[in-house]
């Protein structure tokens, strides 16, 4: 059974951190790429950050270049994002994704970040 569980979503000030996990089990993790995606209200999932199989390669969005970091432990099947100097357009729900070059495509089931004063 296929599981991703996104953890460490919550309540922060702007201009504080955050650091996401997602856990992965019931696929080979380390042939994935790992991206986390988010949705805010009233607005589309767009994607985050992204990261290969083997972790050498990432790609983030514009408006989260040095400000966000992807990682993975392909050891504990787990994938994380640090997120620093948070915004208050950053408040979404942050969905991790793994993707498999044969077309699998597994979603978690996300975890709320509020990034308010």
């Known amino acids: 059974q296929v599981q991703l569980v996104e953890s460490g979503g919550g309540l922060v000030q702007p201009g504080g951190s955050l650091r996401l996990s997602c856990a992965a089990s019931?696929?080979?993790?380390?042939?994935?790429?790992m991206s986390w995606y988010r949705q805010a209200p009233g607005k589309e999932r767009e994607l985050v950050a992204r990261?290969?199989?083997?972790?050498?390669?990432?790609y983030y969005a514009d408006s989260m270049k040095g400000r966000f970091t992807i990682s993975r432990d392909n050891a504990k099947n787990t994938f994380y994002l640090q997120m620093t100097s948070l915004k208050p357009e950053d408040t979404a729900v942050y969905y991790c994704?793994?993707?498999?070059?044969?077309?699998?495509?597994?979603w978690g089931q996300g975890t709320q970040v509020t990034v308010s004063s």
């Open positions: 019931g696929f080979t993790f380390s042939t994935y790429s």
């Open positions: 990261i290969n199989s083997v972790g050498g390669s990432t």
């Open positions: 994704n793994a993707h498999h070059p044969w077309g699998y495509d597994y």
